[in-house]
């Protein structure tokens, strides 16, 4: 089809009265301006082609919710992307939108509640996507980031938020405003600190903080009680994990290539635990036998350590439980 436009502006005319046309992995080159006849659709599926803009005619789709262009090679949006005020859910996700800036039309979609913008090489954002009050996820990761702009703590109703695979090295100010954010990935980026507003974010139930330059873990980790999966993995600077006995929720904690002499304090109190990894951390030395506690468990790696020992039959308390661990004997 994408070898024959006139083919395509024939399906369009076919289905013009469609509220769901999928032309993904068509080998699309480009939209026809025909597209102004889809008034009716609601959802419009063109990913995995090789688009490269979108004409402006697309402003004419006025019923459009849902619009995935992801893995194209879309380098420009048109101001009139901002004129489908009814989009709730843009993915561009895997294209070529560093070659232009975004358009601040972008901040005109006040519906929208979720936008995938990741892996595009952007390295800067358009502070107008902070109008789209409603967004409820945001994914800017695989980018050249290395800030976000202060206003999008102003994106109250945000729920998912992944920043990993970036530049980042902070996070962003007034983060305490989303107070709904249940997912965040902050992972593979250059972050140093982690401020106190992090902390006050109690709905958070996974948080990745993984290969960073993180040099510690406030204290404050423990008002998280509603975390299921933390991931603080390779920041080899980190040496304490401070008590984490309060997040009787956690079921996956991520401990991999620290510099931690001793397991985190309050540790046998999680026995929602299935999956503790804490691989090749060379300082680690023993673990308690409280460990044994952990009921649930079914995943124990402590594999790449200076373990001596570790508590007498411990697989024989666990049930179903995968241990992998490595015994240096001097």
Request: net charge positive; hydrophobic share 40%; aromatic share 6%.
């Amino acid at each position: 089809m994408g070898n024959n436009s006139s083919t395509l502006v024939r399906y369009i005319c076919k289905n013009k009265k469609k509220e769901f046309i999928d032309i993904r992995r068509m080998n699309i080159k480009k939209l026809p301006t025909t597209i102004n006849i889809l008034i009716m659709c609601r959802e419009l599926l063109a990913a995995d082609n090789d688009i490269i803009e979108l004409p402006d005619e697309i402003r004419s789709m006025i019923n459009l919710q849902i619009l995935d262009l992801s893995n194209n090679r879309i380098n420009y949006l048109p101001a009139s992307i901002g004129h489908i005020s009814t989009l709730k859910e843009l993915y561009l996700g895997n294209n070529k939108l560093f070659l232009t800036p975004l358009s601040p039309s972008l901040g005109n979609l006040t519906r929208l509640m979720k936008l995938d913008i990741s892996s595009n090489q952007l390295d800067e954002l358009p502070i107008e996507i902070s109008f789209c009050k409603s967004l409820g996820l945001l994914d800017i990761s695989n980018n050249r980031l290395s800030s976000i702009p202060t206003e999008y703590s102003n994106l109250l109703f945000l729920r998912t938020f992944n920043a990993s695979r970036n530049q980042l090295r902070s996070i962003i100010p007034g983060i305490m405003n989303w107070t709904h954010l249940t997912e965040m990935d902050l992972s593979v980026n250059c972050i140093t600190t982690l401020p106190p507003e992090l902390f006050s974010l109690l709905q958070l139930e996974i948080l990745k903080l993984g290969f960073n330059r993180l040099q510690e873990i406030p204290d404050q980790i423990a008002k998280l009680v509603n975390l299921i999966h933390l991931e603080i993995r390779d920041n080899p600077k980190i040496s304490f994990i401070p008590p984490i006995g309060s997040l009787c929720r956690l079921e996956k904690l991520i401990l991999r290539n620290l510099q931690i002499k001793a397991c985190p304090a309050g540790l046998e109190k999680i026995v929602s635990l299935t999956d503790l990894d804490m691989r090749d951390n060379t300082m680690l030395c023993s673990i308690p036998w409280e460990i044994c506690r952990l009921k649930n468990l079914k995943k124990l790696d402590l594999g790449g350590t200076n373990l001596q020992s570790v508590p007498p039959d411990i697989g024989m308390y666990f049930n179903q439980i995968y241990l992998y661990y490595f015994l240096k004997i001097k």
